[in-house]
C-alpha cells in the first residue's frame, strides 16, 4: 500500500511561499521546516510571485507581511466564532424542545 497524498489548503501555501519570499530564506530551509517537498514549495513560491506581480500590475497593491497575518488571525477567529454560534443554536433548539418540567423548577 503506498502512502496517501497530504492536501494542502491555500491559506498553508500561501504562507509557506510567503515564509520564503518576505524572510529571504532558501527553498529548501522552509521546505525543510515545514515537512514539505522542495517542489511542491518551488511552485507555490512561483504561483504567489506571479500572483504578487499580476496584484501589482493591475494597481492593486499586495498585502504586508503584518496584513497578512492579521487576516490570517481574524479567518481563524471567525472559523470559531462560527462554531460557538452553530454550537449554541443548537443548544438552545435542543432546550426549546424540552421544556422543563416541574421537578427540574424546584
Known amino acids: 500500500m503506498g502512502a496517501t497524498r497530504r492536501k494542502f489548503t491555500l491559506e498553508f501555501k500561501t504562507e509557506a511561499a510567503h ?9 529548501a530551509d522552509v521546505a525543510r521546516e515545514l515537512a514539505i517537498g522542495q517542489d511542491a514549495l518551488y511552485r507555490w513560491v512561483r504561483d504567489e ?3 504578487l506581480e499580476a496584484a501589482s500590475a493591475s494597481g492593486d497593491e499586495p498585502l504586508t507581511p503584518a496584513e497578512r497575518q492579521e487576516l ?13 454560534n452553530e454550537f449554541l443554536g443548537k443548544a438552545a ?9 416541574k421537578r427540574d423548577l424546584r
Open 19 to 27: 515564509r520564503v519570499i518576505d524572510s529571504g530564506r532558501s527553498v
Open 49 to 51: 510571485r506571479r500572483r
Open 72 to 84: 490570517n488571525r481574524l479567518r481563524r477567529e471567525l472559523a470559531e466564532l462560527r462554531k460557538d
Open 93 to 101: 433548539a435542543y432546550f426549546a424542545a424540552k421544556p422543563p418540567s
